[in-house]
């Protein structure tokens, strides 16, 4: 079947702009979570989705980031009032419960 | 708190030189553990995990890692490499209680040249 899908794969934003992005996780994949992965860093935890329980929002760098998820379906990531410290690459990942996590294409986003 | 550890930043090997790339992790319960690749311009793709039983796991491309417990490490290890293992290989790690956050070391770059 399809992988995970991440919608835009760039964008360019001017800096107090709101963007949002995107995630349609693997069909019949419960959990959903986000990363970050800035330049020469490893990846950071942001937010985790399991079924309809409450969201682990614990790795939100500050309450600029937000997140939604629909069921168990798409996700948006919201960050506002962008900086530029926010450029990274957004990773949203998949899972079974328990299972391994699968990963999207990511979104690069740059804020100038 | 979890943490991982990759000691090498990045690496440049020959072609057809064994590689071994270290990762350790700071957890004192049961853990799952992984190693991912990514290519140039690609997505990040799981090369192989460990989640019970024989230590030494094999994945795709000839990779192979093994888990040695009273080390807390699990690295990976190429006998052979090819210019196109070339990519940034990540290691994380999951405390084993369902599901949590892959926790990532920071990444090792490996280079592979002719």
């Known amino acids: 079947g399809a992988g995970v899908s991440q919608s835009p794969s760039n964008k360019v934003t001017e800096k107090g702009k709101d963007v949002e992005l995107r995630c349609d996780p693997i069909s019949g994949h419960t959990a959903l979570y986000w990363y970050r992965q800035r330049l020469g860093q490893g990846l950071e935890f942001l937010i985790y989705?399991?079924?309809?329980?409450?969201?682990?929002k614990s790795g939100l760098p500050s309450d600029r980031f937000s997140a939604e998820r629909t069921g168990e379906s798409v996700s948006t990531l919201t960050i506002q009032r962008t900086q530029q410290e926010d450029s990274a690459v957004y990773l949203c990942?998949?899972?079974?419960?328990?299972?391994?996590?699968?990963f999207g294409p990511g979104t690069r986003l740059l804020v100038l | 708190a979890q943490s991982v550890s990759q000691h090498n930043h990045h690496v440049i090997l020959s072609e057809a030189a064994s590689l071994e790339l270290g990762c350790n992790y700071s957890?004192?319960?049961?853990?799952?553990l992984f190693w991912y690749v990514q290519y140039p311009g690609q997505h990040l793709q799981l090369l192989l995990k460990?989640?019970?039983?024989?230590?030494l796991v094999k994945g795709i491309k000839g990779f192979e890692a093994e888990f040695i417990k009273s080390k807390f490490s699990f690295n990976l290890r190429k006998p052979s490499v090819q210019w196109s293992d070339t990519a940034e290989y990540f290691c994380a790690v999951i405390a084993n209680s369902g599901n949590t956050p892959l926790v990532f070391g920071k990444g090792t770059r490996l280079s592979v040249i002719a």
């Open positions: 990942a998949s899972s079974r419960f328990g299972e391994t996590q699968y």
């Open positions: 460990y989640f019970s039983g024989d230590p």
């Open positions: 957890y004192g319960g049961t853990v799952n």
């Open positions: 989705f399991q079924g309809n329980s409450a969201p682990d």
